[in-house]
């Protein structure tokens, strides 16, 4: 399509929408707003990419998602005068992985500003997988991304977003509904944020103890914005391979992300760093598995702070056969009263989403 092809146009020349010309036109002219507020990009998947089944990581796909939430929310930031920022993610919503990615699929990434407030920009992403070879296409995720402003020259002084126009008085008040869900939200995580991981000699069978897993990662250049702090989407890669991990101890079978939970990033990661990304299995239905994760920052270089929790969430897997087909998953053994509360409130979790999907369903179902 014409705005397709401007997009990809958008993106080569590394310019700003409002110095891009529009066509027809020999000078460079502005841009009309929708331009600011949609992004599209793809990239094909790599054996790299994927598990030895030849599954596309969920945290590749969760990368992706958050560097077209993190383009399209800072060139908004900066498409008015004034100080020069960097969007930061700030917690991403429930996303569902509809349908396994594959190596040699094209992920076609759509993003889209839906709402703003004073201090915050809320991103819609969609993910295609496209099967070059045949054209079919099939939706494999949906995802809702905040973002907040930091200004360049003081990284701890968050701006002013610039506002959006809304196509209908409605959608403002939509967005403004979920802005203020999420942001209570990410109150209550916050208050629940103080366990820590140990590890168990000689655990016993699909316990907890037994499959929880821990990833230490040096925060280096290669992972970090402008400011110096860890992308988004790098941390929540580290976060999914550590679920997969953590799954795959429990079922040893094939196992692939089927949805991650709110994730809530806390606090700041800087370069240098130290970030140990901690899982443990929560939860087990008759299909599926909740892992809880959580990122631990310690500060070494140039800065005398002590450990501190950076990120967390939930993550959701299923096992997979050799024919892609869902398998049972085994029970999770619970021996002590926190893992007996752990297990009971990620039953709450479960079934609360199986009911929202039911509900969903019904208008399908009744056409």
Wanted: proline residues 5%; charged residues 25%; glycine residues 6%.
């Amino acid at each position: 399509s014409k705005r397709h092809c401007e997009t990809h146009q958008l993106l080569s020349t590394g310019r700003t929408f409002s110095e891009f010309p529009t066509a027809g036109s020999d000078p460079p002219q502005l841009v009309d707003v929708k331009y600011l507020s949609f992004l599209i990009h793809c990239r094909i998947m790599r054996p790299d990419d994927a598990n030895i089944a030849g599954n596309v990581h969920g945290g590749t796909i969760l990368k992706m998602i958050e560097e077209a939430g993190a383009i399209i929310s800072t060139r908004h930031c900066n498409s008015q005068s004034g100080e020069p920022c960097v969007a930061a993610l700030a917690r991403v919503e429930r996303t569902d992985f509809l349908s396994p990615m594959c190596i040699g699929d094209v992920a076609n990434v759509s993003a889209e500003i839906t709402y703003t407030s004073k201090h915050s920009v809320e991103v819609q992403v969609n993910v295609l997988s496209e099967n070059i070879l045949t054209g079919a296409k099939r939706m494999t995720n949906r995802a809702t991304l905040w973002y907040v402003p930091l200004s360049l020259k003081n990284v701890d002084k968050v701006l002013e977003v610039p506002p959006i126009q809304y196509a209908w008085k409605e959608l403002e008040e939509e967005g403004r509904k979920r802005y203020e869900e999420q942001k209570l939200e990410r109150l209550v995580t916050k208050e629940r944020n103080g366990d820590i991981i140990f590890p168990v000699i000689n655990p016993e069978p699909y316990t907890v103890g037994c499959s929880q897993s821990s990833l230490i990662h040096l925060v280096g250049p290669s992972d970090c914005t402008l400011h110096g702090f860890v992308h988004g989407g790098v941390t929540m890669k580290l976060m999914d391979e550590v679920a997969g991990i953590v799954a795959a101890r429990h079922c040893k079978t094939n196992v692939v992300t089927a949805s991650v939970d709110a994730i809530n990033f806390h606090e700041k990661i800087k370069k240098g760093c130290v970030i140990t990304i901690s899982g443990r299995m929560t939860f087990t239905s008759n299909k599926s598995m909740e892992i809880e994760v959580f990122v631990d920052a310690d500060p070494f270089v140039d800065e005398p702070k002590e450990r501190y929790r950076a990120v967390s969430a939930f993550f959701t897997y299923v096992s997979l056969s050799k024919e892609g087909k869902p398998l049972p998953v085994p029970q999770l053994v619970v021996e002590s009263e926190d893992e007996k509360r752990r297990f009971e409130d990620g039953k709450g979790r479960y079934l609360q989403t199986k009911a929202k999907r039911q509900v969903q369903m019904q208008p399908l179902t009744q056409q």
